[in-house]
């Protein structure tokens, strides 16, 4: 017996509504420097954490103070902010990991230089 397409549509929508959660159990969110914030010398704060491609970090700060800016590691190292980097400044920014390494900084005078930065590598 040949299934109909409606049939078919429904196989597929059922098949995804069983695999796609699963996939979402799988990423982790953070709150980077944990009850402090998005804040100085936050620089360690991934030490001894393992992060996953979808992982999730949630950056919460004041906006009137800092921002976040996703930098290569060139700007990561030098803190500065390369030519058409993404800025953040909601105060309650959410990023999504990529796989490898990913780099932030605040990009507000002197505060990626006091160790308002994190490099965070994903599998």
């Not at 059922?14 to 796609?20: D, M, R």
């Not at 006091?114 to 599998?123: P, R």
């Amino acid at each position: 017996m040949a299934m109909g397409r409606g049939s078919a549509v429904v196989a597929v929508v059922l098949v995804l509504c069983l695999v796609l959660p699963f996939e979402m159990v799988d990423a982790a969110s953070y709150a980077v420097g944990g009850s402090n914030g998005w804040t100085f010398n936050v620089v360690g704060w991934p030490k001894g954490k393992r992060f996953k491609a979808g992982d999730v970090l949630a950056f919460n700060y004041n906006p009137s103070f800092h921002n976040v800016v996703a930098v290569d590691k060139a700007g990561y190292d030098g803190c500065k902010t390369p030519r058409g980097a993404k800025v953040f400044k909601t105060g309650k920014d959410q990023l999504k990991l990529k796989k490898g390494a990913n780099y932030f900084i605040c990009n507000f005078t002197g505060h990626c230089e006091s160790g308002m930065k994190i490099a965070v590598t994903a599998a």
